[in-house]
């Protein structure tokens, strides 16, 4: 968030209220957000639910700290736990409420981005924050709109570019899906929008990066991992790419299948996060710990039969050699 002190400061006490985290004055009058993050329940995810604005049905907002970006100011995104899914709405607290407060509740964007505007306006109230000073002259009907107060917002990028392929504006849609996976590495949505519009390019040098980070990326960014899979098994070993890519090596074999080769998935998803760590890939083999996390979570007992409940002390101990310690939840909770 970077306002000036007047404009910054009011929310100090808010932020710390609604999110559990600490907020750090800096110098050049700005505000670091920091974690801990103490919900064991999103353990390593890089989430800090909110205590406001829920969704229902246990759905929520919160703070992101992207894959190694746990010193700097989070993303404020919209957790869906039904569908593993965490949206990454803004790139930062301030535009996130602009958003709702310039949202046209007839138009069609409202029905995705549909926070509740009273409740925000209510809650800024509680900390003589005006809702006024969010308001802009225009209202949002369209994600151009949006896009307006928030440029950097991945998800509003996301769709942007998905527009642009529809209309078969290529140059427009990568550049939307670049600037998206610059702000967020590890959105594998992104990523494999992003590695189809390569393939329709025949591209595929071009493509399967996108295709492995898409596959790598930890399950909340990314539905698409079982066609990035297949995908990525048709592609011979022609000189493409790399061959010693640990997932590129495997990919023949990794099959997101149900039944007895579930315990062979496991065992190669171990051996490609180890060696990502070797080469220093800390972001795949990170989101590779966090996604075979949610998969073991998803199913108690697949996590008892595959003694998959160790996820915490491996992804502990990736996060120590990857330097990302930040991610981990405060001591006592651990303790808890």
Sequence with gaps: MQKSENTLHPYKTLIEDISGCTVVEEEGNTLLIQPPLSKAQNWGWGLAEWTVLELGNGDVCGFYWKIGGEGKNPLVCA???DDWALVPWSSNLISFFELIVNNDEDSPFSSDFWFDKEELEDILSEYDIPTNKFKKSNQIKNLEDAMLIDSQSPICLKLRGDQYCQEKNMDLAKECYLK???ILPE????SFALGMLYRSQRKDNLAIPQFIDSFAAPLYFSKAKEKSLLLLSRYKDDGLYDTSDPVWKRRQ???LDDG???PIFHKIINEIIE???QLKEFR???GL????GAFACSDENLTHRYQLKDHQRLLEQNLEVCDMVKRLPLQQDQEN
């Design 284 to 286: 795949r083999a990170i």
């Design 275 to 277: 060696e990502y760590i």
């Design 187 to 190: 959105y594998g949505d992104a």
């Design 79 to 81: 957790l869906h736990h």
């Design 253 to 255: 074999s990794l099959k």
């Design 180 to 182: 998206a996976l610059s």
């Design 260 to 262: 007895e080769k579930k």
């Design 289 to 292: 710990r966090l996604f075979l």
